[in-house]
């Protein structure tokens, strides 16, 4: 839901740490200071967020069934019962499956569409991008702000087997043909029906609605690399595409590597898309996620404990995953 | 998608030779032109492929059912606004957009006073804990909401505040705070130390100072991270369907799902097209005004 930023800044990295002067007591405004401006909103974070991500590890290890119900501490059966769970390891596989390709694929067409509007126009003369490239940007980024929910609606119409976009625009050649005389059969797929495109079909509308946020996103950061160093590259002879790969690319190492771990955690929640283009999970379960899954545990069928065990093993994977791509990409360039 | 065009030997031997400074603009040579066509296609073919379903929307939503179902191409045979009333009274649109201004409007309002107030006092002052404090904060960042909200469900209702406006909105403000923590710290940070100082020796107290000194000189910041807070809220989901189960007090995105979900036996896509389109269209209006702060706010060097 929030925006990326390049790195993640230490609290004393900053030039001029300003301080309270030492040695003194302080006085009691400054306590009545503090204790609204830190303590509010601390109580805020503590209560809504930060105790209840720590209950749901210990409810994990119990038996628990919601609020009548005692909570009878069954150590590691929960876990035990998951990774048995054929739907549950379909889910896993699928958020796995996601965690690979929408990153790799959102940030691809990000990144070439983010070169070509900055550094695309001539090799000669002044660095520049192509012409209208400030169109280009403002178009592609609107769809990021569209809440995920109106992307599921907007994508569940186009893809509907009835009056749907896409099998509108795929049929729109073969009428021309049928109308000439040929006799083809109108596509008529019900895209998130079919257990083999649903999963493909829910990947195409998230990279649709996320590509322009992370183009515009490397368009910023491309932007800021001295232009010195792009410049120096073209009179050594350096092409285009050597250029992108080369040259800029690993200027913005770290915007794209920012960019790979919130794609990430998207990738292994995805409940919005998922809950909303294929409410039960899909047929056979095709498009079937931890976090569609653990809801319907929880709220459908009252297994609390269960539930949060799916979340915390989630979780889990989620931080591996951060730690594995942020210090991966920083031990290139610094060991 | 990935266009590879020929390394330009050309150009890059031509380069070479010519060293002097050219005070007109550079004859283009082929394999410019060449990219730069490439290039557009690419490009245009992307900014269709966003422009067309959401301008399908658009004009379908001022289609009947019937003509949606049958072509998805042909154009509304009647253009009125049936089906935009449909949805906003019948359908309650409306009172579920009145309910969101209402959520995200006061959870904007309280995460971005609380969110100022903390990054304040952890970015100037000094005092024990305060490292503590903020990893503990920005480690929020990377806390799944999918894993939190059962718990999270558990203690609203302890509290009575399960399915209140007032409960929601405390739940938007934990979440974001990380985030606006985060940003606003280095906004702080970043104020020069002398104002403060002046502020003190005039006599001003810790609380002038923030309102009346600190607040107007972050503006700037404050205001791009008010406008990602937005969009973030409005864009809740998984909060509002686990907590707010009242359905009198549903917000946009609750409202938009359960229509959906109605539509398998109702089935009146013009409405459902409509109400997506009455989702869109204040977005857009918001987007083109804000565009250049949005795309501003993004990126580390963008605001030198």
Request: with cysteine; aromatic share 12%.
């Amino acid at each position: 839901m929030s925006l990326p930023t390049t790195t993640l800044a230490g609290p004393s990295d900053a030039p001029h740490a300003p301080r309270v002067r030492r040695g003194r007591r302080p006085a009691p405004s400054r306590l009545l200071f503090f204790a609204v401006f830190l303590g509010l909103p601390l109580l805020v974070y503590i209560v809504f967020v930060v105790s209840p991500f720590l209950q749901a590890f210990y409810y994990s290890l119990t038996d628990w069934k919601g609020v009548s119900g005692n909570a009878d501490f069954i150590g590691l059966d929960n876990y035990v019962r998951i990774f048995t769970d054929p739907v549950y390891l379909k889910a896993l596989r699928n958020n796995l499956l996601l965690m690979i390709i929408l990153p790799t694929v959102t940030i691809t067409l990000a990144f070439v569409l983010a070169v070509m509007v900055t550094i695309g126009g001539d090799t000669k003369g002044e660095i520049h991008g192509i012409r209208g490239s400030n169109i280009y940007r403002v178009v592609s980024f609107f769809p990021y702000v569209l809440p995920a929910v109106v992307i599921g609606i907007l994508f569940a119409f186009i893809y509907s087997p009835n009056g749907g976009l896409l099998n509108g625009l795929l049929n729109l050649p073969l009428r021309l043909l049928n109308a000439l005389g040929a006799d083809v059969r109108l596509v008529g797929t019900a895209w998130l029906g079919d257990p083999r495109f649903a999963l493909g079909a829910i990947i195409l509308a998230v990279v649709w609605s996320l590509v322009g946020f992370y183009m515009v996103l490397f368009v910023a950061a491309i932007k800021a690399i001295p232009s010195e160093i792009i410049e120096a590259a073209r009179l050594d002879g350096c092409g285009r595409v050597r250029l992108a790969a080369q040259v800029v690319l690993p200027q913005i190492r770290e915007n794209v590597s920012t960019a790979v771990v919130y794609m990430g955690i998207m990738a292994l929640d995805m409940f919005v898309y998922v809950s909303v283009m294929t409410p039960s999970g899909g047929t056979a379960r095709s498009t079937e996620v931890v976090s569609r899954y653990l809801y319907e545990t929880a709220f459908a069928r009252s297994q609390f404990g269960l539930a949060s065990a799916m979340g915390v093993v989630l979780a889990l994977v989620t931080m591996l995953m951060a730690v594995i791509v942020l210090f991966g990409s920083r031990s290139k360039e610094d060991a | 998608m990935t266009q590879a065009p020929p390394l330009d030997p050309a150009v890059s031997a031509g380069e070479s030779g010519t060293r002097r400074i050219e005070p007109r603009r550079p004859r283009r040579s082929h394999g410019d032109r060449a990219f730069a066509g490439v290039a557009h296609i690419v490009l245009v073919v992307w900014t269709l492929a966003v422009v067309l379903p959401l301008l399908w929307t658009v004009y379908s939503s001022f289609k009947t059912s019937r003509e949606i179902l049958t072509s998805p191409f042909s154009m509304p045979s009647e253009w009125n606004l049936d089906n935009f009333i449909t949805a906003w009274t019948e359908a309650g649109i409306g009172r579920y957009f009145v309910n969101t201004l209402i959520v995200v409007g006061g959870a904007l309002f309280l995460v971005m006073l609380l969110g100022a107030m903390c990054a304040y006092v952890l970015a100037r002052f000094e005092f024990p804990g305060r490292r503590i404090i903020y990893y503990g904060m920005i480690a929020g960042l990377t806390f799944p909401i999918f894993l939190a909200v059962v718990p999270l469900f558990f203690v609203l209702m302890n509290m009575g505040l399960r399915g209140t406006y007032i409960g929601l909105i405390l739940a938007y403000v934990g979440f974001a705070l990380p985030f606006t923590v985060f940003f606003l710290y280095a906004f702080f940070r970043q104020l020069p130390e002398e104002i403060a100082e002046a502020a003190a020796i005039d006599g001003a107290g810790d609380f002038r100072t923030f309102f009346q000194i600190m607040v107007p000189l972050a503006t700037p910041g404050l205001m791009s991270v008010t406008i990602f807070n937005f969009l973030g809220l409005w864009n809740q989901y998984l909060l509002p369907v686990v907590l707010n189960t009242d359905e009198d007090k549903y917000v946009l995105a609750q409202g938009l799902k359960s229509l959906q979900a109605q539509q398998g036996y109702e089935s009146d896509w013009g409405a459902m097209f409509a109400s997506v389109t009455i989702t869109i269209l204040p977005v857009l209006i918001v987007y083109v005004i804000f565009q250049r702060q949005l795309q501003g706010g993004l990126g580390p060097s963008t605001d030198k």
